[in-house]
């Protein structure tokens, strides 16, 4: 987890309380949150403040969207501006006909790499129902409200690094392909330049601003001329 720096998050939630709570959780000053264990009977404000504390945490760029119909319009502003999420929070009511849940299925739609945690106070839907609307299981989580800042936190860096695993993963197996159909090591040197450069414009690239990582197709451009 030492690699992920900056996390791009997109938080969707008709009520503006619960978006201030994510931004608390999510962005808080990490210096000036230092728990206090003097008093071993609050011990859920103690683990609350542990996690905001943590001065590992990565810096979160939020995003915030009042409601559904505005987080299908964020994802598509990042797609359209060449960028992208590292994961997103949706709200929901996890039921049939629900806005959020549409919402969340749009969204996928738009981005199928995008891990998205469905948030919801009351759960109607059985999860194996929710895969089938969300595939796949891998890039969905359930966070029941109230939530807790260790879950909220856990979840983002969790569904982020999912993404980045497997983005990396994608670029990797391209780079292989390309190598393989070198015939000579000059003529293969410049297959796999010229794929790295499309790469660098492409959802590897984008993911890297998202996350904070460094450029992957970069360097596996830099392996192949070793």
């Not at 949706?90 to 739609?109: F, K, Q, T």
């Not at 790295?196 to 959802?203: D, E, N, S």
Request: glycine share 8%; net charge negative; proline share 7%.
């Amino acid at each position: 987890m030492a690699g992920l720096r900056r996390l791009s998050i997109l938080v969707a939630d008709d009520d503006p309380g619960v978006v201030a709570d994510y931004r608390t959780i999510l962005c808080a000053p990490r210096s000036s949150m230092a728990p206090d264990f003097g008093d071993t009977s609050h011990i859920e404000d103690d683990l609350f403040r542990v996690a905001l504390a943590h001065d590992r945490f990565p810096e979160v760029a939020l995003s915030a969207a009042a409601g559904p119909e505005a987080a299908i319009r964020a994802v598509r502003l990042q797609i359209d501006t060449g960028g992208q999420f590292a994961m997103a929070f949706i709200g929901v009511e996890l039921r049939e006909g629900d806005r959020g849940l549409a919402a969340a299925m749009s969204i996928r739609a738009m981005d199928p790499d995008l891990p998205i945690a469905l948030v919801a106070a009351r759960c109607g839907m059985h999860p194996l129902d929710v895969y089938e609307k969300i595939p796949p299981p891998g890039r969905i989580a359930i966070l029941m409200k109230p939530f807790h800042a260790v879950e909220v936190q856990h979840l983002a860096l969790s569904l982020a690094e999912v993404r980045w695993t497997s983005e990396t993963s994608r670029i990797a197996v391209a780079a292989g392909l390309h190598a393989e159909e070198r015939a000579e090591p000059q003529e293969g040197r410049r297959a796999v330049n010229k794929w790295t450069k499309t790469a660098r414009r492409g959802p590897g690239d984008r993911l890297d601003r998202a996350l904070g990582k460094p450029d992957a197709a970069g360097r596996i451009a830099s392996e192949s001329e070793r």
